[in-house]
């Protein structure tokens, strides 16, 4: 066990829905960064918190928003859902200061209908 | 921004073979350097990691080795066993302030016995 929750472990809805999903770091980490693993596309980077701010954007979509609560938890909120939107999303949660290992949350399958 | 490359993306070998999988990436500043196993539906698990001011590092059965004037790191499994099969992913980043992590599309290594 990573010590990164994420929930729900399975979602599944249809296209033009909106969903969310939320992640919960490891106690002490401060960072939390949100990534997108499709067959053909490998794991892709979305964005990052860091203490609540926005630290850096990868190839989000703009129907794609997030954000970090004060008490460091992250939501990925996905809205107009595609077909193509149907994949596994990561968590994964790091110190964010001096060093970057990070570690992956059990993943949250979603699946556009 | 960064780019990784992975080869090869399939690779099959017998049990108690070696198994070298490359990653070459494209941004000099990159100095942090991750792998990353993922077995079938599970989440991406850091098996080593090396910095730019190492050139080798090993673990048991694992070792990694970096090239930075080349731009290229490799990991080497030694004496495989079934249970090394899985996805195995490469990953580079600057390693400041928590930056996100830009990940090679995988290789799949399977090891029959």
């Known amino acids: 066990d990573s010590g990164v929750t994420q929930t729900p472990k399975h979602l599944i809805t249809a296209t033009g829905q909106r969903v969310t999903l939320r992640c919960s770091p490891r106690?002490?980490?401060?960072?939390v960064y949100w990534y997108q693993q499709s067959l053909d596309q490998g794991l892709q980077f979305l964005i990052q918190y860091y203490n609540g701010e926005e630290r850096a954007k990868g190839n989000i979509l703009e129907r794609f928003s997030a954000q970090q609560f004060p008490d460091l938890h992250s939501e990925l909120n996905l809205s107009s859902l595609e077909l193509g939107d149907s994949a596994l999303y990561f968590c994964?949660?790091?110190?964010?200061?001096?060093?970057?290992?990070?570690?992956f949350g059990a993943g949250t399958r979603l699946s556009v209908l | 921004g960064e780019n990784v490359e992975q080869h090869p993306s399939t690779l099959s070998v017998q049990e108690g073979d070696s198994a070298v999988i490359k990653c070459t990436y494209s941004d000099s500043a990159s100095n942090y350097f991750p792998w990353y196993k993922q077995e079938l539906g599970k989440r991406p698990q850091l098996i080593i990691d090396i910095r730019s001011n190492v050139g080798e590092k090993k673990d048991q059965r694992i070792a990694v080795t970096l090239n930075k004037t080349a731009k290229h790191f490799s990991l080497h499994i030694t004496e495989t066993q079934p249970e090394d099969s899985a996805v195995y992913f490469c990953?580079?980043?600057?390693?400041?302030?928590?930056?996100?992590?830009?990940f090679g599309k995988g290789t799949t290594l399977s090891v029959s016995s």
């Open positions: 106690s002490g980490d401060l960072s």
């Open positions: 990953a580079a980043s600057p390693n400041q302030a928590g930056t996100a992590l830009i």
């Open positions: 994964a949660s790091g110190q964010g200061q001096r060093e970057n290992i990070q570690y």
